[in-house]
DNA sequence: GTCTATAGATGGATAGAC
DNA sequence: GTCTATCCATCTATAGAC
């Protein structure tokens, strides 16, 4: 079983994801979470305390995907192909949760997405040994994710990118 | 000048787009469109027709919008890659002010602009004639914009996006 | 059409019992 | 560590004057 802490920033990121921050208030947070208003304010004093606490969750999970990806069998294309799916993973819902958070002109959620988008582009570039071709990737992933958290339909864009990345030759790299 | 309704939906979406939802509230609006709170409730009697409001407007900026597409003289791609940079004119405002609200499940402001793209997509098949390049490109240029639109840093993606589409043949075409 | 005043509900946060 | 009770600010919405 979780911590509460953690079955707290859960529940904060799960109404992030699925109603938007507006929704996301403490009496919300602490139903989903199974836990009294006073009891989360226990662990996180203020709002801005689950902002900040879920972000720190966020960079720690951020740096082992960026590893895992580098020593993904399948090379690194297509590994980030593979997750750009929205799997529903925590680390999933935590991007999309800093999303949110993002948008409303938060700068230290910006910056661990900016952050993130970094490394992985690191680990792109390596591969792929083009700059263009990897800026590409990940924007084709970026919008294949983003379309997914935003809900809209799009179920023939993945078919549709992984041909033209073979078309392009992204698809041939190894680790 | 623009009428009562016109500013009040104007401060909507640029409190929608530049705070969040969460900071659009009734007093932010009726402060920002230069009108009194009860002024506000004449023209929209809820929050909630503030959003419907907003949403027509949108829907008729976008119908403009594909016509333009389909018979702009660089061709559908290039116009649709130009108009991908963030101008801040009213159609972008309106279109990530839209966004806000569909992460908030709205399902009228996710088929608003699902209906846009859908539309979009039709003018891109018409011109290359090749779905997954068409799928492909309105995928690069979401991801342009998505990515300004969230704020993060991504100057160099623009000039990588265009090598990429001129390598694949998708800039030649002609309306 | 636009304003002020105010009601009623909800949000964030504190105090203190257990 | 977790709970209940409560305070105060803010939010949506109504009423009614001009």
């Known amino acids: 079983m979780a ?11 799960a109404l992030l994801v699925g109603q938007g921050s507006r929704s996301a208030t403490l ?3 602490a139903e989903e979470a199974g836990v009294s208003k006073g009891g989360l304010l226990y ?10 606490g879920m972000l720190d969750r966020l960079r720690d999970m951020g740096a082992k995907d960026a590893e895992k990806m580098r020593s993904a069998p399948q090379g690194a294309v297509a590994y980030y ?16 949760a800093a999303a949110r958070i993002s948008q409303e002109s938060d700068a230290r959620a910006s910056s661990a997405l900016d952050d993130l988008r970094e490394a992985w582009f690191e680990v792109l570039d390596e591969q792929l040994d083009d700059d263009e071709l990897a800026r590409t990737v990940q924007l084709l992933c970026d919008a294949l994710y983003f379309n ?5 339909a799009e179920e023939a864009s993945m078919p549709a990118v992984r041909a033209i990345l073979a078309r392009l030759g992204a698809l041939d790299v190894q680790p």
């Open 3 to 13: 911590t509460t802490r953690d079955r707290i920033l859960n529940a904060f990121e």
């Open 27 to 29: 009496d919300a947070v």
């Open 43 to 52: 662990h996180f004093p203020s709002r801005d305390d689950l902002v900040v």
């Open 81 to 96: 192909l593979e997750t750009s799916k929205h799997t529903g993973s925590a680390f999933d819902r935590a991007m999309i």
């Open 148 to 152: 997914e958290t935003m809900g809209l």
